[in-house]
């Protein structure tokens, strides 16, 4: 391992993979540091047991039977070490490692295509605006019938197959032969890779005449200035409110988060501290002139809100800064940073503990699960155990007389009630699945709308008959839903098909707009705002 850290960015790693749409690749696929002083790495050498790994590598190379890989056994003895320390502790490999670095920085060199392999054909579903794709022709709803030399239609290729033949240097060609519906016979277009930046931002919009909303997905190195950026153009349209959607967002760095919380206060007050066995307490400061600092706040919060999403919210909630809105967070308080080694791979190693304002400790308790230890296969899954209730721990108290607790994740101001049929292992199942993607992109992608989005979002509903007829596609897709399930999940199952069919149509951000239409999350958070307007909608 290199004696020098990497100091330069802090991981307050995700709790879980981020999902990343492939926008460079096109295929969809699986998103916290701070500045300090460098570093020499502790020996190995610290007792004397320690030399036993260092000896039982050297004992299998010189004299073990067979030849083996080397590079395997001591990847694997590695692994096998930080998993026994923490679940957020990991080793990565390589190419694990570069996907994590280009996640969390939002940058990739490729195309800006996003595809779906529908039917064993790659049908091309977004562009990012000017990437090079839109710069070289391609159009959504084209479908590839080869890349380079590679014939694919009617073939099953492999998401690292065409991850191969898309890929490439900056300012390399990449070119692909096309099937468009307005035209007889392929079209043969070629894109220049190039480096392509994607915001961490899904949406920023205006709900309301007052109501700015801005969706996060992960706090990538950019976020702070694109919400700052976002927050500055939400206010000349008449902003006065602010709905801030974390749901679902794992994390990213820590650094970040801090920037981010300092942009709803007018002074430096903390935002979180840190502190463990061999880091001592430091403190975040804001930075201060915050370009949200005034007007209400309205955080968005559910159980996949995780790690430096937390940072945020508690500092919002400890200082009485915002209202909390949805279910109690993940609870991921532990800080990682990164040590390389020569060969790229990487140790996300967990260094400290990071606190709200108030001092609470909102980590999840985890235990180890050694009954999983009966078998190899079993050393790197499954061997922690995640404690999933809460109990109060310590009891603090906000200026304004609010009283909050430490425990397993922070418990929203306002809790929205779970949705039993969201929960359902049946509409995860199908979530899971690719099943509203296909009969979406079977469905609704031979022509374009001829009205324009304000239109679809004001007044698109998906018809009966297509809700049945997406029933009948399960059906002979050997899905058994009983009428009375069908019934159940019509209207999450109708937002979701509409949510596709609008981000087909009109792009990512229109998907989030559909889905606002008709959240429960949404519209506790209007009711917060403006309690006697909404009161008086419901009545009617």
Same mark, same amino acid.
């Given at each position: 391992m290199q004696k020098g850290r990497k100091r330069n960015i802090f991981v307050a790693a995700t709790y879980a993979a981020t999902l990343l749409l492939g926008l460079i690749l096109g295929q969809n696929y699986s998103d916290q540091q701070r500045v300090t002083s460098g570093g020499s790495l502790v020996p190995i050498g610290l007792s004397d047991n320690a030399y036993k790994i260092q000896q039982v590598v050297d004992l299998i190379s010189t004299r073990y039977v067979d030849s083996i890989n080397m590079d395997s056994v001591q990847n694997g003895a590695i692994n096998h070490i930080i998993s026994h320390l923490d679940p957020y502790s990991t080793f990565l490999m390589p190419n694990e490692s570069q996907s994590q670095t280009e996640i969390l920085e939002g940058t990739f060199e490729g195309i800006g295509m996003e595809y779906f392999n529908l039917n064993d054909?790659?049908?091309?579903?977004?562009?990012?605006?000017?990437g090079p794709a839109d710069k070289g022709g391609f159009k959504v709803g084209d479908r590839i019938l080869r890349i380079g030399k590679k014939e694919l239609a009617g073939k099953t290729v492999s998401k690292e197959e065409v991850e191969k033949l898309m890929r490439g240097k900056r300012g390399s060609s990449v070119e692909m032969a096309v099937l468009r519906d307005s035209l007889t016979t392929p079209l043969v277009l070629k894109a220049v890779r190039d480096q392509i930046n994607v915001s961490s931002l899904d949406v920023a919009y205006m709900l309301e005449p007052t109501v700015g909303f801005i969706r996060i997905r992960r706090f990538?190195?950019?976020?702070?200035?694109?919400f700052k950026t976002a927050v500055i153009d939400l206010k000349k349209q008449g902003a006065k409110n602010l709905i801030l959607d974390l749901r679902d967002n794992g994390g990213g760095y820590f650094h970040i988060a801090i920037k981010?919380?300092?942009?709803?206060?007018?002074?430096?007050?903390?935002?979180v501290y840190t502190e463990g066995a061999h880091e001592l307490r430091q403190d975040y400061l804001s930075e201060g002139k915050g370009a949200y600092a005034q007007g209400k706040l309205i955080l968005l919060v559910n159980e996949r809100t995780a790690s430096a999403s937390e940072v945020v919210s508690g500092a919002v909630q400890d200082w009485d800064r915002g209202t909390l809105i949805g279910r109690r967070t993940y609870g991921k308080a532990t800080v990682q940073e990164l040590f390389d080694f020569s060969d790229g791979s990487t140790i996300n190693l967990s260094i400290a503990r990071y606190y709200t304002p108030l001092?609470?400790?909102?980590?999840?308790?985890y235990t180890p699960n050694w009954s999983n230890?009966?078998?190899?296969?079993?050393? /790197?899954?499954?061997?922690w $155990?995640?404690? @999933?209730? /809460?109990?109060?721990?310590? $009891?603090?108290? @906000?200026?304004?007389?609010?009283k909050l607790y430490s425990g397993g994740g922070i418990v929203p101001d306002v809790i929205v009630p779970v949705d039993s049929n969201e929960v359902s292992l049946l509409y995860q199942d199908l979530m899971r699945s690719s099943m509203l993607e296909q009969f979406v992109y079977s469905r609704f992608t031979k022509k374009l709308p001829a009205y324009s989005i304000e239109n679809f979002l004001q007044g698109y509903t998906l018809p009966a008959s297509e809700y049945n007829g997406f029933m009948r596609f399960l059906a002979d897709k050997g899905w058994r839903i009983s009428p009375r399930?069908?019934?159940?999940?019509?209207?999450?199952?109708q937002s979701d098909i509409e949510a596709l069919v609008g981000r087909y149509y009109f792009g990512r951000e229109a998907y989030f707009k559909v889905k606002n239409r008709n959240d429960a999350f949404v519209e506790q958070a209007l009711g917060q705002i403006k309690p006697v307007q909404t009161l008086a909608s419901n009545r009617r």
């Open positions: 054909t790659l049908l091309v579903v977004g562009l990012i605006t000017n990538s190195l950019k976020t702070a200035e694109e981010m919380a300092s942009e709803f206060f007018t002074d430096q007050r903390l935002v001092g609470r400790s909102i980590q999840r308790k230890m009966q078998d190899y296969a079993s050393m /790197y899954h499954g061997l $155990s995640l404690d @999933t209730t /809460y109990a109060h721990a310590m $009891s603090y108290q @906000t200026k304004l007389g609010k399930k069908q019934q159940d999940l019509h209207d999450l199952i």
